[in-house]
């Protein structure tokens, strides 16, 4: 096959979580190749007219679509696939419409509540109605890659939410709002469609702080995922041992990804991230849609733990693209 890697247009001086993306892109091109495949890469560019050109100049079976974002704007990823499907040719992973619509954090929280799906209590401004004198996180409503998320987005109260949300504004722009902060157990769990477009749950990857500073809060922040210098990261293990060791609890976390699956009718490959309450209960923070596929990210590992090395996990995410129904 000829598989067109399409990824974000990339400047040279742009931060590290976009780099990353042109790391992740050669990393999926090799996986190809070593088994024989065409794998160009490419630039995405948001100008139909660019984008028909590149298609037509490659003629490739399908695409695997690595968009991220547009001009460092990651809630404008939903723009490639929309490009793709109009185009008719298939590509890897979510559709724009369920990649759209969980980019925007809160209304992907009342739509999972709504469903039932149990997930962290959370306020948005302007009003802020409902905040407590508990303990927030405060985010980034559209962008991900834990972009504003440092030692001080952990806050109690709503006088600090109100602060820390206007500071938020101020330097890195967009909307922003608090989540109630769930001091437990973490886990990043990454969902394959099948063959038979029934979703398939990797095993279950708890993210544990061992010996943790205990002046930082417990997330992965933007230095943990981003900063390889800071020694922060050597004290993030990822675990699997959950299934064996709370088979209640695992059920519980499967039954939560079935159910966001079939909510957001999920396509490719996604990861649903959790905090665990004390009383045992997980509630989805996140649904990241355009999850990080390099060699050395969380569905790499997951897969290795599943014994499917990561050129096998590559084909099978071509191969779920090119017999998925648009």
């Known amino acids: 096959m000829k598989v067109l890697v399409l990824h974000s247009d990339i400047a040279p001086d742009a931060p590290p979580e976009e780099i990353d993306t042109i790391t992740s892109a050669k990393a999926v091109a090799e996986a190809l190749i070593k088994h024989g495949h065409e794998a160009p890469l490419a630039p995405f560019s948001d100008n139909a007219d660019k984008l028909r050109a590149l298609l037509a100049r490659e003629k490739a079976d399908v695409v695997f679509n690595m968009v991220e974002g547009i001009d460092g704007i990651g809630h404008l990823a939903p723009i490639a696939p929309r ?17 759209a619509l969980t980019s925007d954090k809160p209304l992907t929280k009342r739509k999972m509540r709504e469903a039932g799906i149990g997930t962290a209590d959370w306020s948005e401004g302007p009003d ?52 109630e902060y769930i001091d437990g157990r973490e ?11 029934e979703p398939v749950i990797m095993p279950l990857a708890e993210m544990r702080f061992d010996d943790w500073p205990s002046d930082k809060p417990r997330i992965v922040g933007y230095g943990a995922k981003w900063d390889e210098s800071l020694d922060i990261n050597d004290q993030m293990v990822r675990d699997f041992d959950t299934e064996t ?13 079935l159910g966001v699956w079939k909510l957001f009718g999920f396509t490719g490959y996604v990861r649903v991230d959790f905090r665990v309450t004390p009383e045992g209960e997980p509630l989805v923070l996140e649904i990241n849609t355009n999850p990080c596929i390099a060699p050395d990210a969380g569905l790499a590992a997951a897969g290795e733990q599943a014994g499917i090395p990561y050129d096998q996990l590559i084909l099978r995410i071509v191969d779920t693209a090119l017999s998925a129904p648009r």
């Open 83 to 99: 490009m793709l499907r109009e185009a008719g040719i298939p590509f890897t992973g979510v559709d724009a419409t369920a990649m």
């Open 245 to 257: 060791k709370d088979p209640v609890l695992a059920a519980k976390l499967k039954k939560s990804c």
């Open 128 to 179: 802020w109605k409902g905040l407590e004198d508990k303990t927030y996180i405060v985010k980034s409503t559209l962008e991900d890659a834990s972009v504003g998320l440092d030692d001080g987005c952990v806050v109690f109260g709503a006088d600090a939410v109100r602060r820390r949300a206007a500071e938020s504004e101020r330097l890195h722009g967009g909307r922003w709002f608090a989540e």
């Open 187 to 197: 886990y990043n769990i990454s969902v394959l469609s099948g063959r038979d477009g």
